[in-house]
């Protein structure tokens, strides 16, 4: 017995998973299309936040660098996007900003931790914080974002039966873009010159600096190219998903984005499944809170996604290893 439970690895859990997630997926459509349809789509929008900001810590960590700083980024990102965008009265200026914010933040980060050797932990803390303080302190009631994102349905895709009005409708630009921005950065990270490199990076900078590759280029570009997808995160939720700025909007999502980054083994796609995932265990709580269950108190329905999420990763996570020198500096004369 002991033999065959240490045999049911990984793979079988994610096996085992995605069928009992069809098989209840084809079951709730038969019971109430509807509903079921409804539910999906809202743990699309859920999840593409977590989806897209788990790409900033593979951005990050495939090339050496822990950022627990995702939170602050975004943080910096949604407060600098939405007020440009009150006060210019245009949300694209705004959404522009915000990742220009991202940018910046992320550049700040990298300069602490890849050029002056900072521990990584403490200089993402440092983001966190100074976000959190820097953003209530200028947070003023009253702005407004000027109009919405138009609404979108992929031709062809969401006429498909049973997937289509779910997935591929009523979709904002932005989360439209994140569909195709996962994919391509899976394809860019295993299938390029780009990601070879900075794979290589993250697993051994010394045997990339000997050939040729430069190390701390190669990482400070990363983690801006991570500030840039944590700044649409930012913008995103603010401009598109929830429509205001509050304080601490985030509620942990850059932490929440980082252990779904581990459930996915620090591939885009698993890390997007997963994303998707605890967002339908989100949507799915908020059903349960719609259809008023008064015989179960609402803060035991709100934590349903984290519970979830705990239980899957305690299940399925097994023995993950990160990228080798994820943590650690580079110096060029040690290696």
Request: hydrophobic share 50%; net charge positive; charged share 10%.
């Amino acid at each position: 017995m002991l033999n065959t439970i240490k045999s049911f690895n990984f793979k079988s859990w994610k096996f085992l998973l995605s069928v009992a997630t069809v098989a209840l997926w084809i079951y709730c459509y038969s019971a109430n299309m509807d509903i079921t349809n409804s539910v999906v789509a809202s743990g699309m929008r859920f999840g593409m936040p977590l989806a897209l900001a788990s790409m900033v810590g593979i951005m990050c960590e495939r090339s050496g660098v822990i950022n627990i700083g995702i939170e602050g980024t975004m943080l910096l990102s949604g407060f600098t996007g939405f007020y440009v965008a009150s006060y210019s009265k245009n949300i694209v200026i705004g959404l522009v900003i915000a990742i220009l914010t991202g940018v910046l933040t992320s550049f700040v980060h990298a300069m602490m931790t890849i050029k002056w050797g900072m521990d990584q932990i403490i200089a993402g803390t440092i983001i966190n914080i100074l976000a959190s303080g820097l953003t209530s302190f200028l947070y003023r009631e009253g702005s407004t974002v000027p109009n919405t994102w138009p609404i979108f349905d992929i031709p062809v895709l969401s006429k498909i039966p049973l997937l289509g009005a779910s997935l591929f409708s009523q979709l904002g630009p932005i989360q439209l873009f994140g569909m195709f921005l996962i994919p391509a950065i899976w394809v860019m990270m295993n299938k390029t010159r780009w990601g070879l490199r900075t794979r290589s990076v993250g697993e051994n900078p010394g045997a990339a600096d000997t050939a040729g590759i430069n190390v701390i280029r190669m990482r400070m570009t990363n983690v801006m190219i991570g500030g840039a997808i944590g700044g649409l995160v930012g913008g995103f939720i603010c401009l598109e998903l929830v429509g205001s700025f509050s304080k601490d909007f985030t509620a942990g999502t850059g932490f929440t984005a980082l252990a779904l980054m581990i459930f996915g083994r620090w591939n885009p796609l698993g890390a997007f499944a997963a994303a998707i995932l605890f967002g339908l265990a989100q949507a799915l709580a908020t059903q349960l809170q719609i259809f008023g269950v008064n015989n179960v108190p609402n803060q035991f329905i709100t934590i349903l996604p984290y519970v979830f999420t705990i239980l899957v990763l305690a299940f399925s996570a097994g023995k993950v290893r990160p990228p080798a020198a994820a943590g650690k500096p580079y110096e060029k004369e040690q290696s």
